[in-house]
């Protein structure tokens, strides 16, 4: 059983969906105006100060501005190079997220669901969670707040919810411009699940943005997260090496960017592995922490329950 009794008295998930085996593998230092530059020896004993952006140092206080300025240039191509670059395999790996939690108010339910996507600028998991709710259980009631640190990223949202004609001006789904570490708007113990895709590796300070999904969510609530990770198999990981240095390139013929996308792979190395992960998900206060890696561990998905 993926997850405890607890949440299947919330009605929120049954037992794991069947998969298909290839897929699932079951189981700088910087004067204050040059945010990029190597921390000199002296300087980096004020470790805490500074943090990665990408394979560089920077500062913790202008990592959030660095990673905004990726992602408003990456917003109007977002879908594309994601379909570009990871051959189609990005949308299996959502599918799956969202069948796996089947999501969703139970018929024998009173009581809507209030989801939480984080970082979830393109709508993609937020839209799917609720379509799911809607086609398997009925559920046209529960709420959605899509979050996003940038702007750009969703107005590709909301842009995508006009032309599906679904989910626009929809008074159940709120689009909410929010930092995930600390999501101020959000009440203490008010979600019933907590969804971030793709999203939690760009955050400045990983573990605060787990403190604050264990704050935002009820006892009972599901932490749920897909990210990149750690390739298990040596040969795989090899592979998954030769393909992750044309990334950049691909990133430029398409795009012009090289740059957004070379910080894409190396924020992809700087992630922690499963278990670490499953650690910090821990150590946020979450039980029954657990995870799957998918295509050989190119990426994850993890969940908590707040007891
Ligand atoms: C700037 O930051 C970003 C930009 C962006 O467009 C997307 C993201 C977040 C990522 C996603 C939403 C998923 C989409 C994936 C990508 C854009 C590319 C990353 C893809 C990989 C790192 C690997 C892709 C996986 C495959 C091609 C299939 C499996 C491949 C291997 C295991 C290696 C090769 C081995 C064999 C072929 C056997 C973002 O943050
Ligand atoms: C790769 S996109 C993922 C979008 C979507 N969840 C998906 O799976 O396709 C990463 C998103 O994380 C957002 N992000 C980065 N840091 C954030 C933060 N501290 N708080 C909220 N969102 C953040 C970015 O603006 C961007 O929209």
């Known amino acids: 059983m993926l997850l405890s009794s607890r949440i299947v008295r919330s009605s929120l998930v049954t037992a794991p969906p069947r998969l298909s085996r290839f897929f699932t593998q079951a189981h700088k230092v910087c004067k204050?105006?040059?945010?990029?530059?190597?921390?000199?020896?002296?300087?980096?004993?004020?470790?805490?100060?500074?943090?990665?952006?990408?394979?560089?140092?920077v500062l913790k206080?202008?990592?959030?501005?660095?990673?905004?300025?990726?992602f408003s240039s990456v917003a109007n191509r977002y879908d594309l190079m994601n379909d570009v670059m990871?051959?189609?395999?990005?949308?299996?790996?959502?599918?799956?997220?969202?069948?796996?939690?089947d999501p969703g108010k139970?018929?024998?339910?009173?009581?809507?669901?209030?989801?939480?996507?984080?970082?979830?600028g393109s709508g993609d998991i937020a839209f799917g969670l609720l379509d799911h709710a809607e086609s398997k259980f009925g559920d046209t009631e529960s709420t959605m707040d899509i979050v996003d640190i940038n702007a750009d990223m969703l107005k590709e949202g909301e842009k995508r919810a006009m032309e599906q004609k679904k989910y626009f001006k929809d008074p159940r789904v709120n689009f909410l411009v929010s930092n995930g570490e600390v999501l101020e708007e959000i009440e203490s113990n008010s979600k019933?699940?907590?969804t971030v895709s793709f999203g939690i590796r760009n955050f400045t300070d990983i573990q605060k943005g787990l403190n604050t999904a264990y704050r935002v969510l009820k006892p009972g609530g599901i932490f749920y997260c897909l990210e990149f990770s750690k390739i298990?198999?040596?040969?795989?990981?090899?592979?998954?090496?030769?393909?992750a240095k044309v990334l950049p390139v691909m990133g430029s013929m398409i795009a012009n960017d090289y740059d957004s996308y070379q910080y894409l792979v190396e924020s992809i190395e700087r992630f922690p592995d499963q278990e670490t992960f499953k650690s910090m998900i821990e150590k946020a206060g979450f039980k029954s922490a657990g995870y799957e890696s998918l295509t050989f561990g190119v990426c994850a998905i993890h969940w908590g329950i707040k007891v």
Do not use: C
């Not at 980096?44 to 394979?55: A, I, N």
């Not at 206080?61 to 990726?70: A, F, I, P």
């Not at 189609?88 to 790996?93: A, M, S, T």
């Not at 018929?107 to 979830?120: E, H, K, Q, R």
């Open 32 to 57: 204050e105006e040059d945010p990029i530059a190597p921390p000199s020896p002296t300087t980096q004993q004020t470790e805490p100060k500074y943090t990665h952006f990408g394979s560089k140092t």
């Open 232 to 243: 298990e198999n040596p040969l795989m990981d090899l592979a998954y090496q030769q393909w």
């Open 86 to 101: 990871s051959l189609g395999i990005h949308r299996l790996w959502k599918d799956h997220f969202i069948n796996k939690l």
């Open 192 to 194: 019933d699940i907590y």
């Open 61 to 70: 206080s202008n990592k959030q501005k660095l990673v905004g300025d990726v």
């Open 106 to 120: 139970r018929p024998n339910s009173t009581t809507p669901l209030n989801f939480i996507d984080v970082a979830g």
